[in-house]
């Protein structure tokens, strides 16, 4: 039976030239990252700082590690943070900003990810008053997962900046998925992150290396980060290895080719679209596709037959399924399965 995975991007396997790359590194190009030894590790950092135009970075074992550090660094315990009310650090990070950080939590909801002011404004706490905690970093997240790929637009983000530094918040952008917003935009990466203090970003979903995912602000910021990195067990010691792996990810080909990923996701949901069933196709900005059932049919039903049936997904609610299209998956594999999910929806529902 042919299989489709399309549960998420961080099925992705290294591509050949990634795997060429690594199999060359000789132990000239390992050492100990602790110590901050590893020449491979230290090229990547800087190559990735560059890239997003900030002072430095940080190669961390995951995106779960990489916004906690950066929670970590830029508060203390007994802060109040402000996070989006479907965003990944609030929902699917195990509650580590209040576990680990100590860390109060204020959601804010939104349109598609983009905030309304006047309410962000009516949740900053008064600094002045002794029994509230202070607000001291608000967060957003680019794409946005929950929300379907969602970009967040760079006027947003600036005025989203200038929001933050009026309330003398610090502003910090999980960019698990940044990469995809700036192939979206057309745009470089930079002119994204320029208006975040603290940049995430995963170098194992979409750019399709194996482990791993970088951090970027300030060398102050990062001077923290490392050390809050440590303390989480994340010193990863000869991790040039895995950090080979990122340094093709970040050439610009390998950027350019998430294009592919994104002309997937479009013809999967115009697709689904063309189906005269009870469901909506949420709009497509990059590469997730996220269809709700209009009817009440639980989204597990469908997944439990379309898992039978090859075409492995993702039910992200009740009635919520979600598709991500990735490195390795076809435009033949994206028809087929269309073909199946018109199926299994014509059977269920």
Same mark, same amino acid.
């Given at each position: ?11 992705? #396997? ?75 650090? /609030? ?16 959601? /804010?909801?939104?349109? #598609? ?152 996701? #479009? ?50 609610? #009740? ?16 028809? /087929? ?13």
């Amino acid at each position: 039976m042919k299989i489709v995975d399309l549960r998420s991007d961080t099925v992705t #396997k290294p591509s050949p030239e990634m795997w060429e790359f690594m199999k060359s590194m000789g132990n000239s190009r390992l050492g100990d990252d602790v110590m901050g030894e590893d020449p491979t590790v230290n090229e990547l950092e800087e190559k990735a700082a560059k890239l997003i135009g900030k002072e430095a970075a940080l190669f961390v074992s995951s995106g779960t590690q990489g916004n906690l550090v950066l929670l970590l660094s830029q508060t203390r315990p007994g802060d109040e943070i402000l996070l989006e009310e479907l965003s990944h650090i /609030y929902g699917h990070e195990v509650g580590s900003a209040a576990r680990i950080g100590g860390l109060m939590i204020r959601t /804010y909801p939104s349109n #598609k990810g983009v905030p309304s002011f006047d309410y962000l404004q009516s949740l900053i706490r008064d600094k002045e008053d002794i029994h509230e905690p202070p607000s001291s970093l608000l967060c957003t997240e680019n794409t946005h997962n929950y929300h379907g790929g969602t970009i967040i637009s760079i006027d947003v983000l600036k005025r989203m900046k200038d929001f933050a530094s009026n309330n003398n918040l610090k502003f910090h952008l999980d960019g698990a998925r940044i990469f995809n917003a700036a192939i979206g935009l057309n745009v470089p990466v930079s002119e994204i992150t320029k208006h975040a203090d603290s940049v995430m970003f995963c170098l194992s979903k979409g750019l399709s290396c194996p482990v791993g995912s970088i951090v970027a602000g300030s060398k102050e910021i990062i001077i923290k980060a490392r050390k809050f990195r440590k303390m989480l067990g994340g010193g990863m010691r000869q991790a040039g290895i895995l950090a080979a792996f990122g340094l093709i990810a970040l050439e610009p080909k390998w950027i350019k080719r998430l294009d592919e990923d994104h002309r997937n996701a #479009k013809l999967l949901a115009q697709g689904l679209k063309s189906f005269n069933l009870p469901i909506r196709v949420h709009p497509t900005d990059t590469n997730i596709v996220i269809i709700e059932l209009l009817e009440k049919v639980r989204a597990l039903k469908i997944i439990t037959a379309l898992n039978k049936a090859g075409i492995l997904a993702f039910n992200i609610s #009740k009635q919520k399924i979600r598709f991500v299209t990735h490195y390795g998956i076809t435009e033949d594999d994206i028809n /087929y399965s269309i073909e199946q999910i018109g199926l299994i929806l014509r059977e269920k529902l």
